[in-house]
């Protein structure tokens, strides 16, 4: 979660500060401070000597999948009649969580459903 959440606010133009996705994310600060230390050293992310952070291309990667995930299982549940909330809330526990078989197979469904 942290990684999509820092490659949502690297679409905008300010620099990307712990307290930034602290505010995105309602996580403590000692929380956001501790997964940032363990997404530096795990490769997939950088900070800078302003305490700016950027995503590695390891971790744009797996922010990318992460994120696709989420956008296309937020809107197969809209498409379901979901209330768009619900859809945007479950998309977020769900994109963790499902194999990539099975979101390969629904991501391949809904290409074919979209190509008929």
């Known amino acids: 979660m942290y990684l999509e959440t820092i ?13 930034d996705i602290s505010g995105k994310m309602g996580f403590s ?14 490769g997939c992310i950088l900070i800078n000597e ?8 390891k971790g744009l990667a797996i922010a990318k999948k992460i994120y696709e995930r989420h956008e296309i299982l937020t809107d197969l549940l809209i498409s379901l009649g979901i209330d768009p909330q ?25 290409k074919e459903k979209t190509a008929s």
Do not use: Q, W, Y
């Open 7 to 19: 490659h949502i606010l690297s679409k905008k133009d300010a620099p990307i500060r712990s307290i």
């Open 29 to 42: 600060k000692p929380s956001v401070s501790r997964a940032v230390s363990n997404l530096k050293n795990e």
């Open 50 to 57: 302003n305490g700016h952070i950027s995503l590695t291309d």
């Open 86 to 110: 619900t859809a945007e809330d479950d998309a977020c526990r769900i994109e963790h969580v499902i194999s990539d078989e099975s979101f390969g197979m629904i991501k391949k469904h809904l």
